[in-house]
């Protein structure tokens, strides 16, 4: 399996070879919801397109189902194939955020079926970093293409199948917000502070070095083996506040190897809104297999 990285160096390679990647900007604030195409605009990798966070990489929000809910894969489907990009396109995707969001459009790549998708490790930064040209303005479209949806390629849960796997030895809940968040010491965003109940900590950032990129696989994956105890990879289920972060620790296990992981997209926005759900506040031990 390719890895879901690509170095800056790598990525210039391949864009001067004969089936250059299409590249794709999702920087985005949450704070700022315009700062990431209004950065986009002034500048960006050459050719590359922006999607936006709200706009593109969510569906419909009905108050009941998280911050940041994914769309139908056919609407999606046809996101994608609006920019010239078919299941045999490959793709690099980016932000400036170390990750942060183009983690999200990642997976939802990979959850389309899309068998060729890599998140440039650094970002921009790190094209900046070479002295590599940058473009600024739009960037026209190429031209559309059918993308006929494929099986999904990434797993996923709902809040049902959520709460119904707590406390069993199927499912292992990993937390990608910051300490905080996850103790329910402070909650900025959502209305509730806690976290699913016997879900365990892991800070997305933990998953970088002091440079920005990913730290390297063999040192992720003793980490999150640590962390996991005795539970399968399979049995994992990541989740953050809305669904963004919580791929960036899906990212980080399968570049360190650790395959088949799944994604909660709802998350502590969706799960907190219904007040039957349980909830948990302080810090959960290491998943452990019965």
């Known amino acids: 399996m390719p890895s879901p990285l690509i170095s800056a160096q790598a990525l210039r390679a391949a864009l001067a070879s004969s089936q250059p990647p299409v590249l794709i900007d999702v920087s985005f604030d949450l704070a700022d919801p315009t700062a990431g195409q209004a950065a986009?605009?002034?500048s960006h990798l050459p050719q590359a397109h922006y999607l936006h966070l709200d706009r593109d990489l969510c569906g419909p929000k009905t108050g009941g189902n998280g911050r940041h809910p994914l769309p139908a894969r056919e609407v999606f489907a046809q996101r994608i194939g609006a920019l010239g990009i078919d299941p045999d396109t490959p793709v690099v995707v980016y932000d400036r955020q170390s990750a942060m969001f183009a983690?999200?459009?990642?997976?939802?790549l990979r959850w389309?079926?899309?068998?060729?998708?890599?998140?440039?490790?650094?970002?921009?930064?790190?094209?900046?970093?070479?002295?590599?040209?940058?473009?600024?303005?739009?960037?026209?479209?190429?031209?559309?293409?059918d993308y006929p949806l494929r099986p999904a390629g990434m797993p996923m849960r709902d809040a049902q199948a959520v709460l119904h796997a707590l406390g069993t030895p199927q499912q292992c809940l990993i937390d990608a917000r910051a300490p905080e968040r996850y103790r329910g010491d402070v909650e900025p965003l959502d209305p509730v502070a806690g976290h699913i109940p016997g879900a365990i900590n892991r800070f997305y950032k933990d998953n970088l070095g002091a440079d920005g990129c990913f730290r390297p696989a063999e040192e992720l994956r003793a980490e999150f083996l640590t962390l996991l105890g005795d539970a399968p990879v399979q049995a994992v289920v990541h989740q953050c506040g809305s669904g963004v972060t919580a791929c960036h620790n899906l990212l980080a296990m399968e570049a360190a190897g650790l395959h088949g992981s799944?994604?909660?997209?709802?998350?502590?926005?969706?799960?907190c809104a219904d007040p039957t759900r349980p909830i948990e506040r302080g810090s959960s031990a290491p998943c452990r297999v019965a």
């Open 40 to 42: 986009y605009l002034q």
């Open 112 to 145: 389309l079926g899309h068998p060729e998708v890599a998140v440039l490790d650094g970002g921009l930064p790190a094209w900046e970093a070479l002295g590599a040209p940058l473009q600024a303005g739009p960037v026209p479209p190429l031209a559309p293409r």
């Open 262 to 271: 799944a994604l909660y997209p709802g998350s502590w926005s969706e799960w």
């Open 103 to 108: 983690a999200r459009a990642w997976w939802m």
